[in-house]
């Protein structure tokens, strides 16, 4: 750890740290570090904080099972912030909401959460399956078993094909969200990560190109 000679920490011995998803850039949360903190985090290759409230080290995710993989760390030019970059498992905040930063005061970026949002219903899918909610169709889906989920695969499918052959432009946009909502079911009832099918394709990408 020889960056901690360069972290400027805080009278309290703590430090800032942003914590960003690694896919979206999406800002998930801000949290404390002191020394003790930044070096497990440093060593384990999970986020591990100070909490002013508690008075104790925190590992995040070590009850509810969101963990947030380490990817990336920075240290901003004076110091005395740090930008941690995550694979977040299932969401950052203890509401149930993806980020903690969800209640909005002004958004102008729809291009940008369109741009997401597939990571976003995936992590969505993913929370409904650890914390059933009543009378969702996710956790019916989930209730039901992977033979279900595959029906609905089939069947949404088929409704791809039979927009796609009438020519329908409205209806195979329709018809495909439906089969990508249920494949990213699928997707989470199996364990398979979207990061799983980007670096599938990016495999076969650079094989063809050699």
Known sequence: MDFIKDIKFDKNGLIPAIIQDINTNEVLMLAYMNEESLE?????GETWFYSRSRKKLWHKGEESGNTQEIIKMDYDCDGDTI????RQKGVACHTGEY???HNNILDKDIDGKIKDFIYRLYKLIEHRRSNPTEGSYTN???????????????EESSEVIIGAKNESRDEVVYEVSDLVYHILVLLVHMGIDIDDIKGELYKRHNTVRS
């Open 40 to 44: 497990r985090t440093w060593k384990s």
């Open 83 to 86: 930008l941690v970059k995550v």
């Open 99 to 101: 980020s903690c930063f």
């Open 140 to 154: 019916y889906l989930f209730d039901q078993g992977i033979d279900k989920i595959l029906k609905k695969v089939g």
